[in-house]
């Protein structure tokens, strides 16, 4: 069974600075979809930012990043230009390419804090 | 806008007393999913329709519902609550008609009490 894991419960930065989250991921399979999402306090998740597994180019999405390694099965997550709203809770989640439906497996969260 | 829509934000039910959640969305989606959230977790799966095909996570208790009455709506029906059943319930969607395919569109969640 595929397994997510954020190691950083809590991280902090300072507004404009810059802060990567990190993920790493445990599967067999070759060929999967891995994403970011943001959930801030009392709001609805959306979606950050996704990558493929076949593309080897990192997603970019304005100011956030992402630094896929394959091998390492790591899927860390740049957020530059840090700003207030950033604030929220940061999943990292994985799915399967397969099948109709897309089952995703999160991580556990890391919550971020954007000091002004 | 189109979107993922949840009722009530907030629900208080007493231990034992059934309760309904609702979830509708504008998006035309043909998937929809239940996710259990409780404080500091991360969301857990419990259940998807994929159109009127409905899957069941091997966890999820017995105690957990859900009915799809059309594309539009779904329901999660908690048959006899916990103290243990207290959490937020994520509803999400997915499938084409809007946005990539891949993408699950999230409801903002109904927090449940349970007393």
């Known amino acids: 069974a595929q397994t997510v894991t954020q190691s950083q419960p809590e991280m902090s930065v300072q507004e404009a600075e810059t802060v990567t989250l990190s993920c790493t991921y445990d599967?067999?399979?070759?060929?999967?979809?891995l994403f970011w999402y943001k959930q801030p306090p009392s709001r609805q998740m959306i979606l950050v930012i996704r990558q493929e597994a076949y593309k080897q180019q990192n997603a970019t999405e304005n100011r956030f990043s992402v630094n896929f390694q394959k091998a390492a099965k790591s899927f860390s997550l740049k957020i530059s230009d840090s700003q207030l709203g950033d604030a929220a809770m940061y999943f990292c989640a994985y799915r399967s390419s397969g099948g109709a439906t897309n089952k995703l497996i999160f991580g556990t969260g890391t919550l971020l804090a954007v000091q002004p | 806008d189109a979107m993922v829509i949840q009722n009530p934000r907030y629900q208080v039910t007493q231990f034992g007393k059934p309760v309904t959640l609702s979830c509708s969305q504008t998006l035309n989606h043909n998937v929809m999913y239940w996710y259990q959230q409780k404080s500091s977790q991360a969301p857990k799966l419990l259940f998807h329709?994929?159109?009127?095909?409905?899957?069941n996570e091997a966890d999820t208790p017995d105690n957990f519902q859900s009915r799809r009455p059309n594309t539009s709506f779904c329901f999660l029906d908690i048959r006899s609550p916990g103290l243990g059943d207290a959490a937020m319930y994520l509803c999400a969607t997915s499938g084409p008609g809007a946005g990539v395919l891949d993408t699950q569109y999230f409801g903002p969640g109904t927090r449940l009490t349970v007393l």
């Open positions: 329709y994929y159109d009127k095909d409905f899957n």
């Open positions: 599967t067999s399979e070759s060929d999967y979809y």
